[in-house]
């Protein structure tokens, strides 16, 4: 190893090539060491990795081991972003492995569903604090006169729940506004951006006017639409018949 203390110059200039063979050599082992090291710790840590994401989803490690390698054949390649719980539930090689993957993903979900639920709740909340007497979104033209309505108990208002790039969805928002019925529009999967609802409004012929008189609001889903548990594609009319949420 080159000592740390300095070496004058001209014995620097002798002592440089011996310097460069020490150096060269010496370093060998400990270069090796420090390769080796991790290689020995990765396999633990890889373990303890995969043992932490199988109990995310409540699954044992030779699940997760097993979705990993069903991910890698051609379920991977036809729905690469699939969940371990639905994939290993489509290739079960049981009823009982079957069932019990299904009831797994029930609990995940109704744990989302409520996480989500929860959020939107306090979001909610927060802007009845903060922007009392803004709309949740505005179209151009329409004068913000009140924060954008949530699916609330005893309403008597019309619901319809719709999508982003859904034809049916257009067509039935427009037969509302033709009737003359006010109602509330919910826009699953628009992200909590409020420019996406504008786009999608003004694409649907949404008539500011009737924004503007709160005819009709426009709100973000914020997982409602899954919270109501009804059946069937989007878009979905809904009132409320006996205290339960119904389609129409």
């Not at 008597?156 to 109602?183: H, N, P, Y």
């Not at 529009?185 to 609802?197: E, L, N």
Request: charged share 25%; with cysteine; aromatic share 6%.
């Amino acid at each position: 190893m080159v000592p740390r203390y300095l070496i004058p110059p001209l014995m620097a200039v002798l002592l440089a090539a011996p310097a460069m063979q020490v150096a060269l050599a010496q370093p060998t082992g400990a270069t090796t060491a420090t390769r080796t090291a991790p290689s020995r710790e990765a396999p633990a840590a890889i373990a303890r990795s995969d043992e932490q994401r199988a109990q995310d989803w409540g699954l044992r490690t030779d699940e997760w081991t097993r979705y990993r390698e069903l991910m890698q054949g051609p379920l991977g390649v036809y729905s690469p972003s699939l969940d371990p719980l639905t994939a290993l539930g489509i290739e079960a090689r049981s009823d009982e492995e079957r069932r019990r993957y299904a009831e797994l993903q029930v609990r995940a979900e109704a744990r989302r569903v409520e996480k989500t639920l929860a959020y939107q709740r306090a979001y909610d909340a927060a802007w009845q604090r903060i922007a009392p007497g803004m709309a949740r979104v505005n179209l151009p033209g329409a004068k913000p006169t009140g924060a954008g309505t949530a699916i609330a108990s005893g309403t008597d208002r019309t619901a319809i729940f719709v999508k982003d790039g859904c034809t049916a969805c257009d067509q039935a928002v427009q037969q509302l506004q033709s009737s003359g019925v006010e109602f509330d529009v919910y826009v699953v999967g628009s992200r909590a951006d409020d420019a996406r609802i504008r786009e999608w409004a003004r694409r649907a012929r949404i008539d500011p006017a009737k924004v503007r008189a709160r005819h009709i609001t426009l709100n973000h889903d914020g997982g409602r639409w899954l919270s109501l548990g009804l059946q069937g594609e989007l878009p979905a009319v809904v009132r409320q018949v006996g205290g339960e949420w119904q389609r129409q």
